[in-house]
């Protein structure tokens, strides 16, 4: 019952398409057994936009690992405290947002990692990280958590954009996401994805990721558009998420019936 495993850092340096799962309101692990059976690549646990608690999110990453599904999570914040201890639930990766510059992606970096790579605090037979995979050494445990688990940034401002080679040319960055309608707000063309310059920054980050070696992503529902974005380079994508298909099915099955179903009951 391995946690934080080889399957997704391998498969992002393969560059293979991978389609995400995002867990944002379910506090049920069914919605990562439908994930997962759908056929799913990645659960996508949500701590930013979400009020679920940090037990309901520890639970999620010890189901994908028992399910065998990568997972990867997204912090609230840059801080020590809130990554840290999600980091030691054996997820097998974290996505930073609203990162700006390659400081603060250094800094979040050095939160992650293991000495001497950074200045993660080292939980041993005491966290799912340490007691699941059974290592032979210290040594061993620091050297494969730290190049197994995978470290994501967003690319959501304009200032992103603006600091972008500068951000992605920094060594142990692998896969960054574009948030579309921060990225959009930040850039001053808010609800205007077809804009020439959001249209221009998509390109200039899909150019610049594979320049470095770093898997491109962004957010998209839209199946046609998702296509669409596999031939501009694009190799990851926030597809979708519990609490809208929800909505989606559930006004799908309503209209379904049609206008006039209530009338049934009076004939």
Request: aromatic residues 8%; charged residues 25%; contains cysteine.
């Amino acid at each position: 019952m391995k946690g934080c495993s080889d399957k997704l850092i391998t498969r992002i340096r393969n560059n293979d398409i991978l389609i995400f799962g995002a867990i944002l309101d379910s506090r049920s692990g069914a919605v990562i057994e439908a994930y997962k059976d759908a056929g799913y690549d990645v659960i996508f646990i949500d701590c930013e936009h979400t009020a679920l608690d940090t037990e309901t999110i520890l639970e999620h990453i010890r189901l994908t690992r028992v399910l065998d599904i990568p997972c990867m999570f997204r912090t609230v914040d840059h801080s020590y405290g809130q990554i840290n201890r999600i980091m030691d639930q054996a997820p097998d990766g974290v996505f930073v947002p609203r990162i700006r510059t390659r400081d603060e992606v250094e800094a979040v970096y050095r939160m992650v990692k293991y000495p001497p790579l950074g200045i993660r605090g080292l939980g041993a037979s005491t966290c799912p990280v340490a007691k699941y995979m059974g290592w032979g050494s210290v040594q061993e445990q620091i050297e494969y958590v730290n190049n197994k688990q995978v470290f994501g940034i967003q690319i959501e401002t304009a200032e992103a954009i603006a600091n972008l080679e500068d951000i992605l040319s920094m060594p142990g960055i692998d896969i960054a996401i574009i948030g579309p309608d921060d990225l959009c707000i930040s850039m001053g063309i808010a609800g205007q994805p077809n804009h020439p310059e959001y249209q221009k920054a998509l390109d200039n980050v899909v150019s610049v990721c594979n320049k470095y070696n770093v898997m491109p992503g962004i957010a998209c529902g839209n199946p046609v558009e998702v296509k669409k974005l596999i031939k501009r380079g694009f190799r990851a994508f926030w597809y979708v998420a519990d609490i809208c298909l929800l909505w989606q099915k559930a006004n799908e099955q309503i209209k379904a019936l049609g206008s006039d179903f209530r009338k049934l009951t009076k004939e």
